[in-house]
């Protein structure tokens, strides 16, 4: 729980929604208003913070808030 609270709260960096606020279904540029920039800047932290390294061609099928921490998780176990 304590990785999902640090990668909801970089996301809140972007949005208007605090941590708690925010639920598993909501989509990045939809619902939370990112911009291309905001979501490629977004990846660059959550990179630092979580040690791993998002590749593009994983990263393209990102949209919701759930899909983002899948990936990180998997990324995370693979290594």
Known sequence: MKKEIKFK???????QLQPEEMMDEMR???DLGFSSLD?????GEL??????EL???KIINIHTIKEAMDLIKSLEVAV
């Open 55 to 57: 590749e593009e061609d």
């Open 9 to 15: 709260t970089i996301v809140s960096q972007y949005c």
């Open 28 to 30: 990045f540029r939809e």
């Open 47 to 52: 990179e630092d913070e979580f040690d791993i």
């Open 39 to 43: 979501f490629m800047s977004m990846l």
